[in-house]
Structures are given as structure tokens and as C-alpha cells.
């Protein structure tokens, strides 16, 4: 029964929020492209992505003051221009640019700053796992690195909840075992989204 009745009470803040403001229940999703890069390397070999990517990320959280939201982060980031090199035998390109991938677990806040008119700054910590499909690895690798992300960008509303923004991004996760070697990722991202306040 509290359980219920908490639930309510979050449902109806939301709603009665006031419009046009950051208060109540917080929640976006963005696409973005731009350089995205990843680096796995031991002292036997070397798998490399670097060059055009792609990414999706999304936030659900709560203003816990107004302006000031905490929230779950997920994001999901493709590479391009896969490369590997082993034992000697020279470098080769994979064009497949589903060949690695990240997916991006963790948690942020999210800050609307007052007097600068949509204006919002962003960060997050978590982990990040990786995807790859080649000799040494298929599928998900089992590998978790320390990521952060960070964000700036602006919003505009379209109605009393909701709006639609730009923001420009980054992240970057590291990895490092003696028997995996290093893992390594980071992206710069334009991204276009769309969130609910």
C-alpha cells in the first residue's frame, strides 16, 4: 500500500508541475553522429575503430530541486573503420560497421541553468561494455570500463511539458587486465533530442 500511494504521489507531482518549468519527472532521448574511436591492445595484437559514429542515449529521473535533475543514463555508441593487426601480419580494414559497439549503464544529473534561457549542462558516471565481431572476439566481450559522460546544450519547448534540443557530447571509458590489455573508447557527439519536464 505505501508503495502505492509513493507512486501516486510521484505521478501527481509530475502532473501538476508547474508548465514550462524543470520540476516533477524528468526524462529525454537523443541521436547523435559524429567521431566516435575504441582500442583493444595487448602485446600481441591490436583491434582499433576509429572515424565516423553514431549514438543513442537516453536519461529518466526526477528534479530534485528545480532545474536540478537526477537521473539513469543508457547509451548505446556504433564505430566505423574497424581495424585489426596480430602477430605481425599487416593491418587489414573490416568494412562491416556493425563490428563494434558500446553500451553505456549508469547514472547523472542534469542542470538548467536559470538565467541562460534553456541552456542545460549534464554529466554522468557509469560502465560501459563492448561488442565486437571478429577472430578474438563474437559478441558481447564480458569487459566492463569506468565511463563518464558529459553534455551542453539547449532546449526549446514546444508545448506546456515538453521540448526539442541540441546538445554536443562526450564520453570516454578505460579498461585495463593483464590477460585482456586495454580497453579503451571515446566519442564526441552533435546530438538532437527531445525530453519531457
Same mark, same amino acid.
Given at each position: 500500500m505505501k508503495r502505492?500511494?509513493?507512486?501516486l504521489l510521484l505521478v501527481s507531482s509530475a502532473v501538476l508541475a508547474e508548465p514550462f518549468t524543470h520540476d516533477g519527472l524528468f526524462a529525454s532521448a537523443a541521436m547523435g553522429v559524429g567521431y566516435a574511436s575504441f582500442e583493444n591492445a595487448d602485446n600481441k595484437e591490436s583491434l582499433t575503430a576509429d572515424g565516423f559514429g553514431m549514438n543513442l542515449h537516453g536519461k529518466l529521473g526526477y528534479y530534485v530541486v528545480r532545474d536540478l535533475a537526477l537521473h539513469a543514463n543508457m547509451g548505446y555508441v556504433m564505430y566505423s573503420n574497424f581495424r585489426e593487426a596480430r602477430y605481425g601480419v599487416p593491418? &587489414?580494414?573490416d568494412h562491416d560497421f556493425y563490428v563494434v559497439s558500446s553500451v553505456f549503464v549508469g547514472a547523472g544529473a542534469t542542470y538548467y541553468v536559470p538565467t541562460w534561457d534553456n541552456v542545460f549542462l549534464s554529466g554522468a558516471l557509469g560502465v560501459t561494455g563492448y561488442r565486437l565481431n571478429c577472430?578474438? &572476439?563474437s559478441g558481447n566481450t564480458g569487459l566492463r570500463a569506468f565511463?563518464?559522460?558529459l553534455g551542453v546544450g539547449k532546449d526549446w519547448w514546444v508545448s506546456e511539458r515538453?521540448?526539442?534540443g541540441v546538445s554536443a557530447s562526450f564520453d570516454s571509458g578505460e579498461y585495463w587486465s593483464e590477460d585482456d590489455g586495454v580497453f579503451r573508447?571515446?566519442?564526441i557527439m552533435l546530438n538532437m533530442s527531445i525530453s519531457f519536464h
Amino acid at each position: 500500500m505505501k508503495r502505492l500511494i509513493a507512486i501516486l504521489l510521484l505521478v501527481s507531482s509530475a502532473v501538476l508541475a508547474e508548465p514550462f518549468t524543470h520540476d516533477g519527472l524528468f526524462a529525454s532521448a537523443a541521436m547523435g553522429v559524429g567521431y566516435a574511436s575504441f582500442e583493444n591492445a595487448d602485446n600481441k595484437e591490436s583491434l582499433t575503430a576509429d572515424g565516423f559514429g553514431m549514438n543513442l542515449h537516453g536519461k529518466l529521473g526526477y528534479y530534485v530541486v528545480r532545474d536540478l535533475a537526477l537521473h539513469a543514463n543508457m547509451g548505446y555508441v556504433m564505430y566505423s573503420n574497424f581495424r585489426e593487426a596480430r602477430y605481425g601480419v599487416p593491418t &587489414y580494414v573490416d568494412h562491416d560497421f556493425y563490428v563494434v559497439s558500446s553500451v553505456f549503464v549508469g547514472a547523472g544529473a542534469t542542470y538548467y541553468v536559470p538565467t541562460w534561457d534553456n541552456v542545460f549542462l549534464s554529466g554522468a558516471l557509469g560502465v560501459t561494455g563492448y561488442r565486437l565481431n571478429c577472430h578474438k &572476439y563474437s559478441g558481447n566481450t564480458g569487459l566492463r570500463a569506468f565511463s563518464f559522460n558529459l553534455g551542453v546544450g539547449k532546449d526549446w519547448w514546444v508545448s506546456e511539458r515538453l521540448a526539442l534540443g541540441v546538445s554536443a557530447s562526450f564520453d570516454s571509458g578505460e579498461y585495463w587486465s593483464e590477460d585482456d590489455g586495454v580497453f579503451r573508447s571515446s566519442s564526441i557527439m552533435l546530438n538532437m533530442s527531445i525530453s519531457f519536464h
